[in-house]
């Protein structure tokens, strides 16, 4: 072959792989997120959990109110969940995109004097929340729930 008959094989050959090269980076940078936010997540759900475990015995009796609720311990879990999902008290916009105060339960176990936080949250890529079949089928669903659940003592 000829230096003329190969003129514009590069161009054609990058125009073939260019789709799937950008798969590839785009999802690797979703997945990246991804790690990202969970990590940001369980952070989030840990340093509420201290903060509570603090806050939830208010009284003299050194023992986890039954039941535990914001009459019980000075307004805790509304604080806590504050404190979680915005960052502060009285905050009004959320640290990760689509957590929602809804997201957050809180219990107390009288018994062993523990607080439980769990939140769920559903994560959305950037890249919306389905991928089309090409016509080969249904639809992906790309959007799955991260489930965060943290436990510690009260008072300590």
């Known amino acids: 072959m000829g230096l003329r008959q190969q003129t514009g094989v590069a161009a054609v050959e990058f ?12 999802a690797t940078a979703e997945l990246g997120r991804a790690l990202y936010q969970y990590s ?20 003299t ?8 609720n914001d009459a019980s311990c000075g307004n805790c879990i509304s604080n806590t969940i504050d ?4 960052g502060k008290v009285g905050g009004t916009i959320p ?3 689509g957590l929602d105060a809804s997201d957050v339960t809180i219990i107390g176990d009288s018994v062993t004097d523990r607080v439980i ?4 949250y559903d994560w959305l890529p950037l890249f ?21 659940s943290y436990a510690m003592r009260a008072g300590l």
């Open 15 to 26: 125009t073939i792989l260019l789709p799937v090269l950008l798969l590839l980076v785009f």
């Open 40 to 59: 940001h997540l369980t952070r989030m759900v840990r340093d509420a959990g201290r903060y509570l475990s603090t806050k939830a015995i208010s009284n």
């Open 61 to 68: 009796t050194e023992n986890l109110p039954n039941p535990l």
């Open 83 to 86: 404190l979680l999902v915005y």
């Open 95 to 97: 640290l990760l995109y």
């Open 117 to 120: 936080i769990t939140v769920d």
């Open 128 to 148: 919306g929340e389905q991928i089309s079949g090409f016509g080969l089928g249904d639809s992906t669903d790309l959007s799955f729930n991260f489930h965060v």
